[in-house]
């Protein structure tokens, strides 16, 4: 069968797609940016597309005919920089169905569980609009709704599990006595697999979720053991203490950074994440501990779970520590510019100062939005190396300055090539 998936760059659509391609079907993957995505799956066919600008049928018109079934697998948790939940995930999935009414595929939606208190978030808000509008469509359809999705690989809220287990001294959690319900990630591909055979009814909608009873403090506990570290204690924390995280977190999104401690995730944790009762699709769904077992941790998974919660770290102190470079000489750029004078003349020497400190203010400034971020680093090494250069040849003499003022540049540079290795999502 010829097989559209969207989202399937990501984690939960590109284990999807690697499963119906095994299966022996010809796949199709749309995706914002599938370029790295082509070179992993050379055998998918790959369409460039931003869901959040498909938001009428004729956009889809072109774009779904001469296949069998859709499987959607695209989806965003918060709004931000770089996500628009009503376009992406409720007006884009309205106007594909809209399109399909010509052809009629089989459509697959991978939601969630919208109901509970949780329900009004955008998030969840969004997911039930899009599953109300495909079951009201007449289209053929299965809509799955997997609990927390663990594979071999990680993203967003599995990934924050490797970290916070990686934690050296305690597990710090809020929400620790929250039950977690989970799914394997190969347990997912199965159940669209199965649904695109035909093996379930048109129409069906059902959770997908191992019946293994975890909290959220026993999930971390099982990776922690996963990675191959010893025994630290869970320390509960109220609610009002993450907080602050939260509010950092939800404003990184505003600037592209996809966290999973933003403010819904936290939301949807205080409720944990439970299948409705008594849905299932009948799926022998693998538990945690077998999902973990079956994937042994390498060394690699070790220095991700590290680095995880590093990561903003780096960012946020590259980009300190060039606004501060930029801003700081500004302040007495008449003593600044000095070491200028050996070459340019005083009026030149002030101008070249204060472009090399806006250079510097706009990498630090750059490098906090995560669309710029490679670029912005790739500018720090460049510009760090042309200091270099260049205050050897105008005053070498700063090598032996008691201060470092150049020494220092170097463990910046390190930094930088290692948040710049660390910088991609997916």
């Known amino acids: 069968m010829n097989i559209l998936i969207l989202g399937a760059t990501g984690f939960i659509g590109s284990a999807v797609a690697s499963r119906l391609l095994a299966d022996g079907h010809s796949v199709t993957g749309l995706g914002r940016n599938p370029s790295r995505a082509h070179l992993k799956f050379p055998d998918i066919k790959w369409i460039a597309a931003d869901l959040s600008k498909m938001l009428h049928a004729e956009d889809w018109s072109a774009v779904i005919g001469g296949y069998g079934a859709v499987v959607n697998c695209a989806g965003a948790l918060q709004d931000g920089l770089c996500d628009d939940l009503a376009a992406t995930q409720s007006k884009a999935m309205q106007a594909l169905f809209a399109a399909a009414q010509e052809t009629r595929p089989l459509i697959v939606q991978i939601s969630a569980r919208t109901n509970g208190a949780a329900a009004d978030l955008p998030f969840l808000a969004t997911k039930r609009h899009a599953d109300e509008a495909l079951a009201a469509s007449g289209l053929p359809c299965v809509i799955l709704r997997p609990a927390l999705v663990l594979g071999r690989n990680s993203h967003g809220g599995s990934a924050l599990l490797r970290a916070l287990a990686a934690l050296p001294f305690g597990i710090p959690l809020v929400h620790a006595t929250s039950p977690v319900a989970t799914v394997a990630l190969d347990d997912v591909a199965a159940a669209v697999s199965n649904a695109v055979m035909g093996q379930f009814g048109s129409c069906t909608d059902a959770d997908l979720a191992s019946t293994e009873q975890l909290t959220l403090a026993k ?50 944790m205080a409720e944990g994440v439970q299948p409705n009762a008594g849905s299932n699709l009948g799926i022998a769904a693998a538990s945690a501990q077998d999902t973990l077992r079956t994937n042994p941790a390498g060394v690699q998974d070790l220095w991700f779970a590290r680095l995880y919660l590093l990561k903003p770290l780096m960012i946020a102190t590259l980009s300190s520590f060039w606004l501060l470079s930029g801003v700081l000489p500004l302040l007495d750029i008449q003593r600044v510019a000095t070491h200028f004078h050996p070459l340019l003349r005083e009026g030149s020497a002030t101008s070249l100062t204060v472009f090399t400190c806006l250079i510097d203010v706009m990498l630090g400034a750059a490098v906090l939005v995560r669309p710029f971020a490679r670029r912005a680093m790739q500018g720090m090494i460049l510009v760090s190396l042309s200091y270099l250069a260049g205050a050897t040849i105008i005053e070498p003499s700063l090598w032996l300055d008691p201060l470092g003022p150049l020494v220092k540049v170097l463990p910046s540079l390190v930094l930088t090539l290692t948040a710049l290795a660390i910088v991609d999502e997916r």
């Open 219 to 268: 999930l971390v506990t099982l990776h922690r053991q996963w990675l191959g570290l010893p025994h630290a204690d869970v320390v509960s924390l109220p609610e009002i203490v993450a907080r602050p995280v939260t509010r950092l977190a939800d404003a990184a999104g505003h600037l592209g950074w996809r966290s999973p401690l933003r403010s819904t995730a936290m939301a949807v």
